[in-house]
């Protein structure tokens, strides 16, 4: 077959007939084109009437499954916050049983809405939430849901103010067969994971939470970084690399609330991605997720770089991490003033190797938690602020090698390897004490509460270094706030001992000893020339002494001269402008109690031994003598106790009778001695089976307030009492008792002139505190 082709001009186109056409009117055509559009408008308009009943149908149900949603959420919501395991369980889906079995375990540890670990504190509101607070993500065939809400914590900031932070929470819905059910993510819910490197942090996360893994990417591998750079001794090696995986899986939460796991992660750690922890929703909900993330990567690295042997010392480490946590401003130091004061007020001696034996060795588990603990053990308090003081030392360690020290079996060799040579545990006691005090709300006021007085502080310390000890005697300028030494001209190697009452006269003794034979000189000291008080020698193995002090009643100065020589008492008083043997002076046989103002004196003659060793006058009695200070003035007072002043005019003395023991008291010139109160008055203050022995008492000044000292013996054991007896304005009767302290303490050794301080001494024949 084939074809030829040919051009019209070699041959010309065969005319075919056209078909004859009839012409059809303009009316008719017109009226068709018009049938047509009213066809056309009515299907339209019946579909769009079809397409609006079903949009309604659909908007209808969107809004019932919206509000079913809303109420259902609400209500799992109020069982969480009741914790209430029945009800919630009742409205879990059962879809994956995994994850079903890890919400129970959250609910029933309470972290389903809380976050101890993170420090965050859920805030249930008062108001349920409404359909304007929720943002609805419903399935096409709506039978699942993503409801994404605000829920709010309270979060203490690195400053340590407490604020209420919103974050976005997601909650994932399926319908089951009566109602809808808390289930896990459907399929496609976090998409693929992605791994971010850093210069040091690997972060791996996924699709779902990019827009904020990103950014903490970047944050957390930046906080490594300065960590390197700023944290001395951290040691960051060259392959020091730490990754960390944003789980989506919800156990997460119990690993992370098991602060072990994450002290042992080493360089891999797991936490939960922020969809889990709530989605910030503006910079300062960035800012607090941020800070948590970063206490436990910090938390973790800490632990890495320094091998800490978990879980030893916990209340240590935790305090130390703390401490940096701090200087990397992502947590608040939680000592506050109050506390400090709060410590001295529990009566904390800073004698921090007495105290802490249990707490060093072992300590409750959440000592070793992220969050704040609630210790009603202030002792926590007393750790925190040990490790403060001592990373302000010079001498002392970086707080990273503090951590890597905690091998240590003791904290005495703690401290001993923390602050290296210059660790001495008294000085270390003295010096804490004053710290603890310099940081209390007293101790940080910019003026004192009252003047202080014109006056000087006098020191007088053993120097025991050389071969043998002598004395030193120091000056405190209170208007300067400098030390100044004393008695550097006078040519004395102050070797035995040294009294002064008022920083201008010093009495000092020096000593020499021969065998049993003991010589004593004794000096008045004001400026540079000694003035010889007497040169005696004495057996040194009889009972017999001499001593020489000084005593001051207001503006008058005396020196006092005491012997005792088997048994006899020999007081003598003279002036401190003429002060040796041949001048003026007023002797007494018996012990001495001195008015306040130095006007009258009781002079008490034993009518029994008297254990000198001891000097314990509790049971002696004695011939008591009222006298004048020159002797002109005497009026007998009888056989008694030994007799206490109360002021300047009164005085008493505490005595045994068939019913315990009673204070009785008198008033100058008037000698008779009326009862002021007795045992049973006291013991309502102390336990009923406390034996109350018979007390010391001395009157406070400045109030109309009486102290006793007690010892209290029990079965067991024997406690010492302070307690306080308000008096009448005259001192006449009784108002209220009260128990002030109880411990270990032998007397009350002196008194703050305004009466706010007591100094309590403990002696035994071993020791003196």
Request: with cysteine.
């Amino acid at each position: 077959m084939s074809f030829e082709w040919r051009t019209d001009e070699e041959q010309g186109w065969t005319e075919e007939d056209k078909p004859k056409t009839t012409a059809v009117s303009q009316p008719f055509l017109r009226r068709r084109w018009r049938f047509l559009l009213v066809l056309l408008v009515s299907v339209t308009a019946v579909w769009l009437a079809v397409q609006w009943q079903i949009n309604q149908r659909v908007e209808l149900a969107t809004v019932e499954v919206e509000s079913e949603l809303l109420a259902t959420h609400n209500f799992l919501l109020q069982t969480a916050v009741d914790r209430d395991e029945d009800l919630f369980r009742a409205n879990l889906s059962g879809r994956d049983p995994g994850w079903e079995e890890v919400q129970k375990t959250l609910l029933s540890e309470g972290l389903l809405l809380d976050r101890p670990m993170l420090g965050w504190q859920h805030e249930p509101t008062q108001e349920r939430l409404t359909p304007e607070d929720v943002t609805f993500n419903l399935t096409p065939d709506l039978r699942g849901a993503e409801l994404l809400y605000p829920q709010n914590y309270a979060i203490t900031l690195p400053d340590g103010v407490t604020e209420t932070v919103t974050l976005q929470q997601t909650a994932v819905y399926r319908e089951g067969n009566t109602r809808w059910l808390y289930a896990p993510p459907f399929d496609d819910f976090w998409g693929e994971w992605v791994t971010d490197e850093g210069e040091l942090v690997t972060l791996i996360y996924t699709e779902r939470d990019a827009s904020v893994a990103e950014r903490l990417a970047v944050d957390l591998d930046a906080l490594v970084v300065q960590m390197c750079a700023e944290l001395v001794d951290l040691n960051c090696g060259v392959g020091l690399r730490i990754h960390v995986r944003l789980d989506t899986n919800p156990d997460v939460w119990l690993w992370l609330n098991d602060v072990e796991n994450v002290l042992k992660a080493g360089p891999r750690l797991n936490l939960p991605t922020p969809t889990l922890v709530g989605m910030p929703t503006d910079d300062a909900g960035y800012d607090v997720l941020y800070r948590a993330y970063a206490v436990e990567l910090a938390t973790a690295v800490l632990a890495y770089q320094t091998d800490y042997d978990c879980c030893r010392h916990q209340l240590f480490f935790r305090a130390v991490r703390d401490y940096q946590l701090a200087q990397l401003g992502l947590q608040a130091w939680p000592l506050e003033p109050t506390m400090y004061s709060q410590i001295l007020a529990n009566g904390f001696d800073g004698d921090v190797l007495s105290h802490w034996t249990r707490r060093w060795q072992e300590a409750p588990p959440q000592f070793l938690q992220v969050w704040m603990i609630e210790d009603p053990d202030p002792i926590w308090q007393q750790v925190y602020m040990l490790v403060e003081y001592v990373a302000g030392q010079e001498t002392a360690v970086s707080p990273t090698q503090m951590m890597r020290l905690l091998n240590r079996n003791s904290y005495q060799g703690w401290l001993a390897d923390v602050l290296l040579a210059e660790y001495d545990a008294p000085l270390f006691s003295t010096q804490f004490l004053e710290y603890i005090y310099a940081q209390s709300q007293d101790g940080q006021l910019a003026s004192p509460p009252i003047p202080f007085p014109n006056e000087q502080i006098i020191a007088v310390c053993t120097d025991t270094e050389i071969n043998a000890s002598r004395n030193r005697v120091y000056a405190y300028d209170l208007a300067s706030r400098s030390w100044a030494e004393r008695l550097t001209a006078i040519d004395m190697t102050l070797g035995g001992y040294v009294s002064t009452v008022d920083g201008v006269h010093y009495i000092v003794s020096e000593n020499e000893f021969e065998g049993s034979l003991a010589t004593y000189q004794f000096y008045l000291v004001e400026g540079e020339e000694p003035v010889l008080l007497e040169e005696t020698t004495v057996n040194s193995s009889q009972e017999h002494f001499i001593y020489y002090d000084l005593l001051k009643f207001g503006d008058e100065m005396k020196v006092l001269r005491y012997e005792y020589d088997q048994g006899d008492f020999s007081y003598i008083l003279r002036s401190v402008a003429c002060p040796t043997a041949g001048c003026p002076e007023t002797e007494f046989s018996g012990i001495l109690t001195f008015s306040p103002d130095g006007a009258y004196v009781i002079e008490h003659i034993p009518v029994d031994e008297i254990q000198m060793a001891t000097l314990d006058l509790t049971e002696a009695s004695f011939e008591a003598t009222l006298y004048s200070a020159d002797k002109e003035f005497r009026r007998p007072l009888g056989t008694h106790r030994i007799i206490r002043w109360l002021n300047d005019q009164q005085y008493g003395f505490v005595q045994e009778d068939g019913n315990g023991w009673q204070l009785f008291t008198a008033t100058f010139p008037n000698s008779e001695f009326t009862p002021l109160f007795n045992k049973v008055d006291i013991q309502a203050a102390v336990n009923d089976d406390v034996e109350l022995a018979q007390p010391n008492f001395i009157l406070l000044p400045s109030s109309d307030d009486l102290l006793l000292y007690a010892q209290g013996i029990t079965n067991r054991e024997t406690i010492a009492y302070l307690i306080r007896v308000q008096l009448t304005e005259d001192l006449s009767a009784v108002e209220q008792v009260e128990l002030l302290w109880e411990g270990a303490f032998s007397s009350i050794a002196s008194v703050s002139p305004d009466g706010r301080y007591l100094m309590l001494a403990d002696y035994n024949f071993l020791s003196s505190s």
